[in-house]
């Protein structure tokens, strides 16, 4: 099971928004299975923002929202601050070969 | 305080095993699902296992199945990989996760901080 796509970067200004894409195919994301989103800052273990599409673990502000649709599930943060600054990975369900899949990676910055 | 604390990393040679380990505390370990995610140098996340509460269902990642073994000691709050035949490809940080309970799929709300195996000659 090939990893889930998402774009290498993205990057949006102090205050504005910023979405990222989570792109799989009908076995792990189209395939009614809940995205869960991580942000991991350079030599950190990554943290858990969101999880089953769109809900938020405590401590999570609510700049961070989730959505999913078909193949398809995406990852806004609004308001964008430094601290923003990170790379993102989704996840899912991968399948026969997979038990879990991770997407590729979106480095986020805040310019 | 609610923490995983991996252990076991370090240099090894092509073809040698490491066994990893993660332990516990702050938390009734024996409840959750744990995991064992890796990643390679300046590279992304990759999921290698994941194991029930019990340790009665184990699952693998295409890319180490053969060569990984996971089990749990919940006596000891402990979470172990076992690594043989290991390859360059395999360097990498090895992190330990707890499930949230009853979550649709991967749900990792807790981390270890990760312990760096090196396969190099």
């Known amino acids: 099971q090939s990893a889930l796509t998402q774009p290498p970067s993205a990057s949006g200004s102090p205050g504005q928004s910023v979405t990222i894409s989570c792109t799989g195919t009908s076995s792990d994301v189209g395939g009614y299975n809940p995205v869960s989103w991580y942000q991991q800052h350079p030599g950190k273990a990554p943290k858990l923002m969101i999880y089953?599409?769109?809900k938020r673990p405590s401590g999570v502000p609510d700049r961070f929202s989730g959505s999913q649709s078909g193949n398809t599930a995406s990852l806004t943060v609004s308001g964008l601050q430094a601290e923003d600054e990170a790379d993102y990975y989704c996840s899912s369900h991968g399948g026969s070969n997979n038990f879990y899949v991770f997407g590729t990676g979106t480095r986020v910055t805040v310019v | 305080e609610v923490q995983l604390v991996e252990s076991g990393g370090g240099l090894v040679q092509p073809g040698g095993s490491l066994r990893l380990s993660c332990t516990a505390s702050?938390?009734?370990?024996?409840?959750?699902?744990m995991n064992w995610v890796r990643q390679a140098p300046g590279k992304g996340l990759e999921w290698l296992s994941y194991i029930t509460s019990s340790g009665g269902s184990i699952k693998y990642g295409a890319s180490v199945k053969g060569r990984v073994t996971v089990s749990r000691d919940n006596a000891r709050n402990s979470l172990y990989l076992q690594v043989n035949s290991l390859r360059a490809e395999d360097t990498a940080v090895y992190y330990c996760?707890?499930?949230?309970?009853?979550?649709?799929?991967?749900?990792?709300?807790?981390w270890g901080q990760g312990t760096l195996v090196t396969v190099s000659s």
């Open positions: 089953e599409v769109s």
């Open positions: 996760a707890r499930e949230i309970p009853n979550c649709i799929n991967d749900c990792l709300d807790l």
């Open positions: 702050g938390f009734i370990f024996s409840n959750y699902e």
